[in-house]
């Protein structure tokens, strides 16, 4: 115990912590040995500005800090791409956005467009079955119940299904087109756009048919339907341009539209779909 | 007004099975136990309060609203919690990360309060300190005690329980009797359990269920008077009794639909009663002597 005290101007400031390290430490070690002056600081400290030392604030801070969840690069993404920080996030929980998904489709894809590229006849034929079906597939998984059972907390909240199913189904589109658009453009002697109608059609048709059978279900029939397609053409034709001429992209842009209506007139049974997830 | 539930011939039909059928009920706040054997219909009931599942007949009010009309049943979801028989979590989820993603659904859009809101909920059900753990990576308590959690956000007038105790060690059931009975005086809290100790501890009333029907309903302390002088200890299984099983004391504990004198009479518990009640049902007799 010494008789020397921190002087007033010298606690302030080292309650508002605006003094140099140096003299915090020196303070720090005198306030140890000094009853006094820590009763001075307590004193010091409960009339400076809450705002200074509002402790249940940082500890907030800190909290969240450890706690919340980095958030991922798909909700990055989604963010960046003008979605407000909540809906990105249920967005992005989705089981589509799962990293493995998206590179499982990547990856076929690309071995598709890359067996087309080098000129096979038979890898064009294979790129024209698989490219369109994807996004429909990827969008299926994402709601399918048998995918991820017993959803049903999510499935009592207010959030509103329809908007939830809308925001997951744009969100796939707009990771998987451009996907779909970059590998066309690696294949020789199609417009890159031209995959682009058949694929949209596909994800309003499972849309539309899950609102009566599963989703996976749904998407499995539509891909069926479409291997089925392509194989005629192929046995018909030489050229796949067949598929996707002029003609038949108004009947795939028919197809979507009315695919949709549907699903808006009828989004009341929306139960089997599970866009939770 | 007081919150509160109504249920009119209130049934359910899964196909051609009948899982519940015309229920009339009102609930108002206040722990309500629903007990019964597995396949009574407990989780029917309860999914169709919790607006999970709509009746095949008769109708529902939650709260004065009507869960069958799309605006009324959002506005029964904003103050309701659910917490389901079954809960799936997303893989790689922490227990805060699961809690905020629902809170994100129901409506909490200011990430401050949020958090502030997950954390009170996730403390209320003693996770704080594991909140950072990945939920895959817990116990089955554990993991039912974030199911719950996520039911508590926003301290609900409506709390729709589906074993909420299961899995749960016994301290961690006592602090929960002591989280619900606190929720319990503003909100209406139904929950259905296997274990009767819960209910006893716990509820004013208790609704017994069977084969899809109410065959109880009313308070555990008149449940348990019923009872009275139809329990007694023996050396032996005594052949005039409905049930009857080996105590840890060796002696046998003997459940009896009429009084029986000159026996040596205990104190009824609410499983005697609920065994009693069953045992009286046609059809439905439980095993002479039941495994304890």
Known sequence: MTGWHADDETLRRYVERIDSVAEGASVEQHLLSCAQCRARVNTAATAVDPVVVDLAAVWDRTRDAVEVPRPSVSERLLRAAGLPAHEARLVAVASAFRGVWLVGVAAVLAFAALAAAVGHARGLWFFLAVAPLAPCLVVAFSYDRRWDPALEPEMVTPYPALRLVLLRTIAVLALALPAVLLFGLVVPGQAPFAWLLPAIGFVAVVLAASTWVSPLNAAMAVSAAWLMTVWLVATRSASPAAVLQARSQVAFLVLAAASFGIFLVRRRHLRQLRPWR | ?292
């Open chain 2, 1 to 292: 007004m007081t919150a509160s539930i109504s249920l009119r011939g209130a049934g359910r039909t899964f196909g051609a099975t009948r899982a519940l059928a015309d229920v009339d009920l009102d609930l108002e706040p206040g722990v309500i136990g629903l007990l019964g054997p597995n396949g009574a219909g407990k989780t029917t009931l309860l999914r169709l309060l919790a607006t999970a599942l709509p009746p095949t007949q008769g109708e529902i009010r939650v709260l004065g609203r009507d869960p069958e009309v799309p605006a009324e049943r959002t506005g029964i979801r904003r103050r309701l919690g659910y917490l389901p028989q079954e809960v799936g979590f997303p893989r790689g989820f922490t227990a805060f990360a699961f809690v905020d993603y629902i809170a994100l659904l129901k409506e909490w859009t200011e990430p401050a309060a949020r958090h502030a809101e997950v954390r009170r909920a996730l403390d209320q059900v003693g996770l704080s300190d594991v909140a950072t753990k990945r939920i895959r990576a817990m116990s089955g308590g554990q993991r039912r005690r974030v199911a719950l959690a996520q039911a508590l956000l926003g301290s609900p007038p409506v709390l729709i329980l589906d074993e909420p105790t299961s899995g749960v060690d016994p301290e961690q059931r006592v602090t929960l009797r002591t989280v619900l009975a606190e929720i319990a005086r503003t909100s209406i809290v139904v929950l259905s359990t296997h274990q009767t100790e819960d209910v006893a501890a716990l509820c004013e009333r208790v609704i017994v269920l069977d084969r899809g029907q109410v065959r109880y309903d009313g308070q555990v302390t008149e449940l348990v008077r019923q009872a009275a002088g139809r329990v007694w200890l023996a050396d032996q299984p005594d052949p005039a009794a409905t049930v009857s099983w080996r105590t840890g004391t060796g002696r046998y504990r003997n459940v009896a639909a009429h009084a029986r004198d000159g026996v040596e009479h205990v104190e009824p518990s609410l499983e005697d009663a609920y065994l009693l009640l069953r045992g009286e049902l046609p059809d439905s007799q439980p095993a002479k002597e039941v495994a304890s």
